[in-house]
T-cell receptor, first 114, second 116 residues
Framework: NAGVMQNPRHLVRRRGQEARLRCSPM?????VYWYRQLPEEGLKFMVY????????ESGMPKERFSAEFPKEGPSILRIQQVVRGDSAAYFC????????????FGPGTRLTVT | AQKITQTQPGMFVQEKEAVTLDCTYD???????LFWYKQPSSGEMIFLIY??????QNATEGRYSLNFQKARKSANLVISASQLGDSAMYFC?????????????FGKGTLLTVNP
């Protein structure tokens, strides 16, 4: 039973490029959370999605960031026109159902903007 | 707003000894959950233990126990019989419900080093 998968594990982008981060939840999980971890900080909530729906994006920057979780395929976190301040580790977590306290984390994607 | 405070940026412990990692929280919600996660140098987040706000017994999972003091709003993690492999960052987190969202709020973490 595969865990949460994220790819790529490491991503390097130049300022102004786009970054696409992918998250495949655990089998049977239909709820996905994205978190960002800046250096020397804890994780901060960005967005919560169910299949084809954004439920809560209150932690997502208003510009340049978007997320989706289509009916088929992985969840995608997209960052347009990246800046140095976007350099961080991005984690996704999946949950089997609404209200479950279980959130299983993926290994994270480390984004470096040069 | 929810807040998690971990006042110990770093802790050292001798192998085989017990160690307590501090965590205090702030929320006006009556129903919430408290978590501890371990993040080794490889970077992944590993779930350790969970305590619900209405649970009367302190949670235990193997060598991990959560010392839950509701009146003090503290949820300290106790690791017994430390092992070298316990060296990692440890994050305390709290979950509250907002609409249908059960998002987690994390503290800044404590770096635990276990000495041989």
């Amino acid at each position: 039973n595969a865990g949460v998968m994220q790819n790529p594990r490491h991503l390097v982008r130049r300022r102004g490029q786009e970054a696409r981060l992918r998250c495949s939840p655990m089998k049977g999980h239909s709820h996905v959370y994205w978190y960002r971890q800046l250096p020397e900080e804890g994780l901060k909530f960005m967005v919560y999605l169910q299949k084809e729906n954004i439920i809560d994006e209150s932690g997502m920057p208003k510009e340049r960031f978007s997320a989706e979780f289509p009916k088929e395929g992985p969840s995608i976190l997209r960052i347009q026109q990246v800046v140095r301040g976007d350099s961080a580790a991005y984690f996704c977590a999946s949950s089997p159902r609404e209200g479950s306290y279980e959130q299983y984390f993926g290994p994270g994607t480390r984004l470096t903007v040069t | 707003a929810q807040k998690i405070t971990q006042t110990q940026p770093g802790m050292f412990v001798q192998e085989k000894e017990a160690v307590t990692l501090d965590c205090t929280y702030d929320t006006s919600d009556q129903s919430y959950g408290l978590f501890w996660y371990k993040q080794p140098s490889s970077g992944e987040m590993i779930f350790l233990i969970y305590q619900g706000s209405y649970d009367e017994q302190n949670a235990t999972e193997g060598r991990y126990s959560l010392n839950f003091q509701k009146a003090r709003k503290s949820a300290n993690l106790v690791i017994s019989a430390s092992q070298l492999g316990d060296s990692a960052m440890y994050f305390c987190a709290m979950r509250v419900k907002r609409g249908s969202n059960y998002k987690l709020t994390f503290g800044k973490g404590t770096l635990l080093t276990v000495n041989p």
